[in-house]
């Protein structure tokens, strides 16, 4: 059991876990790349047995990223493989920049997240907590589970994205649908497969109202039966979060029978067995 403070931020985690492909070196405001800024992922990472991260700033955010910056770090650090990567979303105001940028540095970039944070309301995200759970009160759930996937095969199918993050975001609040979303979700899942895309287990979900893994049980094993890849992520807007739950995490795919992870460079997957799993 891992100790709350200080202290036991930069502890090891008992995980064979050694990879988190979704961080937020910059949080919410844009904070350009610098060494100071992203050494203490670095060192945290390096603590928590990981050796290989991505960082996926929010593509509003882009204007910070800096892939000399991150040519440094490399240099400074051999023994983590770095990569620069983006969560690219569907925001009306700022996705449409945010595209035009993955597709402009698409060479330099290894891995682009695709998210989901909008549904109608372009002012909010619907994942803001609390206050997005106003964007569910008095709908109907089921039609907002729809709409939601609905958008997740559009962003897969922009061919910008390698993987899709916390596939069923939209349970964040804890709505859950009345009908069963088992077609809704294999019609999503044979998408991206079809895409070729990679989908990520999201520890994320453990520290939200719902209180559950991103994605859910069935999701994954509709995503296993498919023969989707799967990545491991944080969702880290701090780098004290990198890696967080990835004990819990280890415990669940080692239920599930997943014993490999898929990593990328240049926007090419590959697989790796997770010894211990
Ligand atoms: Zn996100
Ligand atoms: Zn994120």
Redesign the pocket.
Known sequence: MREKGSASRLSSINSPLFSDY?CHPQGHRVQPYTHSLLQPWIDSARARGLSDIAFTD?DRYHAGIDFDELDKLRAANPDIKIRAGI?L?NDPETSAAGSDWVEKNWERLDFV?G?I?YLDRPDQMF?SVPAGAEQFAGREIDEIYADYFRRIREIAATGLVDCL??LD?IKIHGHRPNAPVRDLVSETLDAISAYGLAIELSTAGWRKPVNELYPSDEIIRLAIAKGIRFTTAS?AHSHVQLAENYDRLAQKMAEFGIKEVCVFKRHKPRVCAVFGL
């Open positions: 979704h929010h969560e979303d997240l998210s944070h994942d993050s916390h975001l969702d």
